[in-house]
């Protein structure tokens, strides 16, 4: 863990004086992390790589603000929960409008099973109906792994905050899940 | 029973590895001898499964590098953008609140400095020492030059 962050420090220093280099290392080491954090809000490629784009785009711009008060990893979390947070306020509904669409996973191989596509499917409608603030804290936790102590400075709330919120989005989660299940069959 | 509900509040933490050594022992001691908990904490880890065994996605190498460097040379190099500590537009929608409040607190300023003392009410005259009888007193009431 302290490895990784002075690697991050030592990305932050170089892109700071002047060497593109360190930005471009650190694009790489997170752009798949904030992808898949991205993706479990949105549930759209396209849309995820254009919200990963401007997450990395802020992170361009205000790298320099960056005070190393926290993680580097928790302040781009953070920007990354917040420009997910604006995308959906700005174009709200979008989420529904694409699980009711049949595209909504395009990647998927003919080798995938039917049924991880349903699987997949189910999760996706079942995190759709859970509040953003409730969703945040339960993706963090099971899709990064992050701990309650860094969701808690991601979000910006206490430590029983976020382990109420996270309790809240799996019994969401599982009633969510049991209606759905209940409906295809 | 009331136990069980009291365990099942904690059975999140727990699954999470989230609780401290003293809760854990007492939990596993509770789970050993009910059943119904038991259920709920295999329920709770079946979710935590199946969201974090989705699909995972990855970029191509480079790829969102090129689409970066692309944006970057068509909106400018390293234009600062202000951020209150990565906040981004959720903190920016409260600028306007403290900005309102200082500039509406500058006006009420210029206007206390701007207004002239010319009126010099007859508790002033009476607190300020001066010697005062009936006429003066009558001066002041009607408004008139002493």
């Known amino acids: ?185 | 029973m009331k136990e069980c509900s009291r365990v099942k509040r904690l059975l999140s933490r727990y699954a999470d590895g989230e609780s401290g050594d003293a809760e854990a022992f007492r939990l596993r001691r509770h789970l050993d001898i009910c059943p119904s908990c038991r259920e709920e904490l295999a329920g709770l880890v079946k979710i935590k499964e199946t969201i974090s065994c989705g699909e995972k996605k990855t970029l191509p190498a480079d790829y969102l590098l090129c689409r970066l460097r692309d944006r970057i040379a068509r909106t400018g190099g390293r234009k600062r953008e202000w951020c209150w500590s990565g906040a981004g537009d959720f903190s920016l929608r409260f600028i306007p609140v403290p900005v309102t409040a200082i500039a509406l607190s500058f006006l009420l300023l210029v206007a206390s400095f701007g207004r002239s003392p010319d009126t010099y009410s007859l508790e002033d005259y009476v607190l300020s020492g001066s010697r005062t009888n009936t006429a003066a007193v009558l001066v002041l009431m009607l408004g008139q030059e002493g």
């Not at chain 1, 004086?17 to 898949?36: I, M, P, T």
């Not at chain 1, 008060?69 to 420009?83: D, E, H, K, M």
């Not at chain 1, 953003?132 to 400075?153: H, M, N, Q, T």
């Open chain 1, 1 to 185: 863990m302290e490895e990784r962050l002075e690697e991050d420090s030592s990305y932050i220093i170089q892109f700071l004086s002047g060497e593109e280099a360190g930005f471009e290392a650190l694009v790489r080491k997170y752009q798949d992390k904030v992808l898949n954090i991205v993706y479990s809000f949105i549930r759209h490629d396209a849309e995820s790589e254009d919200i990963v784009q401007e997450v990395f785009l802020k992170v361009y711009r205000s790298l320099e603000s960056f005070k190393g008060r926290s993680a580097f990893p928790t302040w781009l979390y953070r920007i990354t929960v917040n420009t997910v947070y604006d995308f959906l306020r700005k174009r709200r509904g979008f989420l529904r409008g694409q699980l009711t669409e049949e595209s909504v996973y395009p990647g998927s191989g003919p080798r995938e099973s039917l049924l991880e596509k349903e699987k997949e499917r189910t999760v996706s409608r079942a995190l759709a109906a859970v509040p953003f603030k409730f969703r945040a804290a339960v993706v963090l936790k099971d899709i990064e792994g992050l701990s309650y102590a860094e969701i808690s400075e991601v979000l910006r709330c206490g430590i029983g905050t976020v382990e109420s919120r996270i309790f809240r989005a799996r019994q969401m989660l599982k009633r969510e899940i049991l209606k759905i299940s209940g409906e295809s069959k």
